[in-house]
């Protein structure tokens, strides 16, 4: 089956600072990469997701490339604010069809911005 | 708030109790799920229901038995838990059905469970 490493498991940058968290996955037939951020006390959220038709995709401070070729993808936070520390988890669907339950997720990433 | 609400938000409970956690979505979606989250390991899929109808068990031990009355309720039954089940439960949903296009999953902010 799929298999997401995802690193670092810590990262702490300066506020104002760029944060890159970076993910490998085992299947090639994997299509679909989402993001979830997920804030203490509350589920994980969708922030931004990436189809393997697509090679970057950017949503204003947030944006995540993919290397069908590696497999390997990564999300880019530019200009931290405190707002964004979280726990950030990586996934990919392993499914041809990208059904949700086909969703393989990452360890996660703690995410801390110091000010 | 994401549409997907969970109750109760933290529950302790011996191995011997029966228990039950509760799941609602707001959101008109078609798909509904259960994971389970601990320390330091992936999010794991439990149990999924699409259209009312469970399309995938993914090996769960049978103390956990979910169940999906209509498709805005869902719900984990538990029953002579271990300690090693103490965990958060996160429900999700999504618009779609299993094998849609839109894999967009919507998670409710989970029950913290402890069991003693």
């Given at each position: 089956?799929?298999?997401?490493?995802?690193?670092?498991?810590?990262?702490?940058?300066?506020?104002?600072?760029?944060?890159?968290?970076?993910?490998?996955?085992?299947?090639?037939?994997?299509?679909?990469?989402?993001?979830?951020?997920?804030?203490?006390?509350?589920?994980?959220?969708?922030?931004?997701?990436?189809?393997?038709?697509?090679?970057?995709?950017?949503?204003?401070?947030?944006?995540v490339?993919?290397?069908?070729?590696a497999?390997?993808?990564?999300?880019?936070?530019?200009?931290?604010?405190?707002e964004?520390?979280a726990?950030?988890?990586?996934?990919?669907?392993?499914?041809?069809?990208?059904?949700?339950?086909?969703?393989?997720?990452?360890?996660?990433?703690?995410?801390i911005?110091?000010? | 708030?994401?549409?997907?609400?969970?109750?109760?938000?933290?529950?302790?409970?011996?191995?011997?109790?029966?228990?039950?956690?509760?799941?609602?979505?707001?959101?008109?979606?078609?798909?509904?799920?259960?994971?389970?989250?601990?320390?330091?390991?992936?999010?794991?899929?439990?149990?999924?229901?699409?259209?009312?109808?469970?399309?995938?068990?993914?090996?769960v031990?049978?103390?956990?038995?979910p169940?999906?009355?209509?498709?805005?309720?869902?719900?984990?039954?538990?029953?002579?838990?271990?300690?090693?089940?103490?965990?958060?439960?996160?429900?999700?949903?999504?618009?779609?059905?299993?094998?849609?296009?839109?894999?967009?999953?919507?998670?409710?902010?989970?029950t913290?469970?402890?069991?003693?």
């Amino acid at each position: 089956g799929e298999n997401v490493e995802q690193h670092p498991s810590t990262l702490s940058v300066q506020e104002g600072d760029s944060a890159v968290i970076k993910c490998t996955y085992s299947d090639s037939a994997s299509n679909y990469f989402p993001w979830y951020k997920q804030e203490l006390g509350k589920g994980p959220q969708l922030i931004i997701d990436i189809r393997s038709n697509v090679g970057e995709k950017k949503d204003q401070r947030i944006a995540v490339t993919l290397n069908k070729t590696a497999k390997h993808f990564s999300l880019h936070i530019t200009e931290t604010q405190p707002e964004d520390s979280a726990v950030y988890f990586c996934a990919a669907s392993k499914y041809s069809g990208g059904g949700a339950d086909g969703l393989t997720f990452g360890k996660g990433t703690h995410l801390i911005i110091q000010p | 708030e994401t549409g997907v609400t969970q109750t109760p938000r933290h529950l302790v409970m011996g191995m011997t109790n029966k228990k039950s956690l509760k799941c609602e979505q707001h959101l008109g979606h078609n798909a509904m799920y259960w994971y389970k989250q601990s320390a330091k390991k992936p999010l794991e899929l439990m149990f999924v229901y699409s259209l009312e109808e469970r399309v995938e068990n993914n090996s769960v031990p049978s103390r956990f038995s979910p169940e999906c009355p209509n498709s805005s309720h869902l719900f984990l039954h538990l029953h002579t838990l271990q300690p090693e089940d103490s965990a958060l439960y996160l429900c999700a949903s999504s618009p779609g059905a299993r094998g849609a296009t839109n894999e967009k999953l919507f998670f409710g902010s989970g029950t913290q469970l402890s069991v003693l």
